[in-house]
């Protein structure tokens, strides 16, 4: 299985702050990654797909990048509503994994 | 829009057969450009998939659980299940499904390529294992 891990684990910030999430992949997964935002009691709701597209709908605050084995997850200013829980998950080889999640908090 | 919503017993004792059913509707199920996908969520493990179904029936799962698993499909009611056999308190997880899109993409360099992502979810059931 590819094993992807997320850093930090946790992250506090203030409204307006710039926010950088890292996952990497065990092995190259080209650009099959996508992101995920879970708010507590909700399941997981897609934001980026493809390591870099954002999904209909979603602020462009929101935006990733990378390929290979090394990805970026970014919130441009944060917002009190973003208070939640982030997600990457590859889709390069099944089984799909994902990483183990980044809590963000307001500071 | 398409809605996937979760159904099955909140509660299942041990050795015995957790079954969920995802029912889909604003969309078929039918339709060749989406897998139909189960995921479980715990504290200790965070998010992990189970497996996956395709419009034709074929079927993809996990290998630490494939032994146990099986999801299945019924047309006819457009809804499509899970099966997870002999259970134990390591199963209890709230189980979401969700619909996994496979968005076609062209170009000069690559040719075909995919895009997989799951852009539509359940709100999640949770299912505890106990006698």
């Known amino acids: 299985d590819i094993q992807m891990t997320q850093s930090p684990s946790s992250l506090s910030a203030s409204v307006g702050d710039r926010i950088t999430i890292t996952c990497q992949a065990s092995q190259d997964i080209s650009n099959s990654l996508n992101w995920y935002q879970q708010k507590p009691g909700n399941a997981p709701k897609l934001l980026i797909y493809a390591a870099s597209n954002l999904e209909t709908g979603v602020p462009s605050r929101f935006s990733g990048s990378g390929s290979g084995t090394d990805f970026t997850f970014t919130i441009s200013s944060l917002q009190p509503e973003d208070i939640a829980t982030y997600y990457c998950q590859q889709y390069d080889n099944l089984p799909i994994t994902f990483g183990q999640g980044t809590r963000l908090e307001i500071k | 829009q398409v809605q996937l919503q979760e159904s099955g017993p909140g509660l299942v004792k041990p050795s015995q057969t957790l079954s969920l059913t995802c029912t889909v509707s604003?969309?078929?199920?039918?339709?060749?450009?989406?897998?139909w996908s189960w995921i479980r969520q715990t504290a200790g493990k965070g998010l992990e998939w189970i497996g996956r179904l395709y419009a034709s029936g074929s079927t993809n799962y996990t290998p630490s659980l494939k032994s146990r698993v099986t999801i299945s499909v019924d047309t006819s009611k457009n809804q499509f299940s899970l099966r997870l056999r002999s259970v134990s308190a390591a199963d209890t997880a709230v189980y979401y499904c969700?619909?996994?899109?496979?968005?076609?993409?062209?170009?000069?360099?690559?040719?075909?390529?995919?895009?997989?992502?799951?852009?539509?979810w359940g709100k999640g059931t949770t299912v505890t294992v106990s006698s």
């Open positions: 969700a619909r996994e899109a496979r968005q076609y993409n062209w170009n000069d360099v690559n040719g075909a390529y995919y895009y997989y992502y799951m852009d539509v």
């Open positions: 604003g969309g078929s199920i039918r339709s060749g450009s989406y897998y």
